[in-house]
């Protein structure tokens, strides 16, 4: 079994096609796509200069992804990138968006966890602040479609009362936790 902890090693030939160094085949950009789904960290690198190439790969990925209408990226915030690359505001974009993504990886397995039980987090000062701020920042990042791993609903409509209604009930538990 191949070691899951170094990245995949991905050559590529003159011929720009991409050889996994792993199981010693041809991979194409939606198979790097699927390992990096799958948790993999992956390294492209030029076989003959030895340039590594993963940046330039992993952009080809998303740009054909948002090609095919799988948008994930607002047009504000392409617009605001490219603005990013002729201002001064390049020196912070990647450590903030880097920082982000991180914050939303780590929101998106705490909601889970908080979810199913009470935290006592409702209790401190600026709370309900700091949870307006995120989801604004969550909205913002998905472009106001956060992922759903369940079913999808028969009607948004009805989803959005459940959701409201248990989000109704879990800040009433917050609350009674702070008396």
Known sequence: MAETTKPLLIKRYASRRLYNTETSDYVTLEDIAGFIRAGREVQ????????????????????EHESRGESVLPVDVLTDLV????????????????????????????????????SPMGQMPGFEAMRAQQQAFFKAMTGGMMGSTGPKPEKEDDNLDDIKKQLAELQSKLSKMGK
Request: net charge neutral; proline share 2%.
């Open 44 to 63: 492209i690198v030029d076989l003959k200069s030895g340039d590594d190439l993963t940046r330039q790969y992993l952009l080809q990925i998303i740009a």
């Open 83 to 118: 603005r990013s690359y002729t201002s001064q505001a390049s020196s912070v974009v990647p450590q903030f968006l880097a920082a982000s993504f991180e914050m939303l990886r780590d929101g998106q397995s705490k909601l889970m966890e908080n979810m199913t039980k009470v």
